[in-house]
């Protein structure tokens, strides 16, 4: 994507993909500091959503190479732990929560079953 975004002349946002790449080529590092210098004090945000949740252990070398700067190695981390920490409330409920929808799933079955039984009755009444 930042090979393409290069040859279009996005040279700023084809850092951004670079940044996410081993790339050493000279033109690949300037597109990078482009795009760092333009979004300096959020460029994590910038970087794809996906992106943001990858513990920042496993991130190629150009970005490990970000991280010798402390600046930035803050950001990235406390940006990191937010993601992580948005992902895990959306995905799970506390304890109370699963509680109450238990207690709603067995009220409806047996509502369920209670109408069941009583259609059965009226039809056997019906019919013998």
């Not at 081993?22 to 300037?30: M, R, T, V």
């Not at 150009?62 to 981390?77: A, E, P, T």
């Not at 959306?90 to 799933?105: A, E, M, P, R």
């Not at 079955?109 to 209670?114: A, P």
């Amino acid at each position: 994507m930042g090979r393409y975004l290069f040859k279009l002349g996005d040279i700023m946002e084809s850092g951004k993909y670079f940044l996410l790449t081993d790339s050493e080529e000279k033109e690949h590092l300037e597109a990078i500091n482009l795009f760092i210098n333009r979004h300096y004090s959020d460029f994590f945000y910038h970087l794809p959503r996906k992106f943001r949740v990858v513990n920042p252990k496993e991130y190629p070398k150009n970005l490990k190479n970000l991280l010798n700067n402390k600046y930035f190695y803050h950001q990235i981390l406390s940006a990191w732990k937010k993601e992580l920490k948005k992902r895990d409330n959306k995905y799970s409920l506390n304890k109370k929560d699963n509680f109450k929808n238990n207690v709603i799933l067995a009220i409806i079955l047996i509502i369920f079953l209670v109408g069941l039984i009583t259609i059965v009755e009226f039809l056997l009444s019906i019919f013998f």
